[in-house]
């Protein structure tokens, strides 16, 4: 929902002239467990930014492919990962993604969900995904570096972590 955020959210400070989430899923074959987008589902209805950003992930959901993996996992990871947490890695997992995608930086979650990932895969945060798209010419430089100032004012994403990425991804 954090790609979908900027698009939906009329201030002044979101970033305009792209559209993050649609980028994103053009640019990758997206899978999640069916449960998440239940989790998704369960945030709209109010008249809040999540809310508002829940619909636009929900409308674009036809471009991403759902798994049903209720039945096929019996408990949560025991890393005190949430129930969907939990799915999306079991299914990184079995799919032999060769990316996973988490907003679990800024917690010590982004440490567990790396441990329960398999070798393969490569464990990739949010604002690490918009610096890629930049890089591979999807999104402007100019706009990721809006959407990551956006982010660090109105999300409080760690701004030491964004400054490397910027050095690493946004200068020449």
């Known amino acids: 929902m954090n790609l979908a955020t900027p698009v939906v959210d009329g201030r002044a400070t979101a970033p305009t002239g792209a559209d993050p989430l649609k980028a994103f899923l053009a640019s990758y074959d997206v899978h999640t ?24 992930v929900l409308q674009a959901a036809a471009h991403l492919t759902t798994h049903d993996v209720d039945d096929r996992i019996d408990e949560p990871l025991d890393y005190g990962l949430d129930r969907g947490e939990s799915e999306c890695i079991w299914l990184a997992n079995d799919l032999n993604a060769d990316l996973f995608v988490t907003d679990e930086f800024n917690t010590t979650n982004y440490l567990f969900v790396s441990l329960a990932l398999d070798d393969r895969n490569t464990l990739f945060t949010t604002p690490h995904i918009l610096c890629t798209l930049a890089t591979s010419n999807v999104l402007s430089p100019d706009y990721v570096a809006a959407a990551l100032t956006y982010y660090v004012e109105t999300k409080h994403w760690d701004n030491q972590y964004i400054t490397q990425l910027r050095k690493q991804y946004l200068t020449d």
């Open 33 to 56: 467990p069916a449960s998440v987008l239940g989790e998704t589902s369960a945030a709209t209805g109010s008249d809040d930014l999540l809310s508002a950003a829940a619909d636009l």
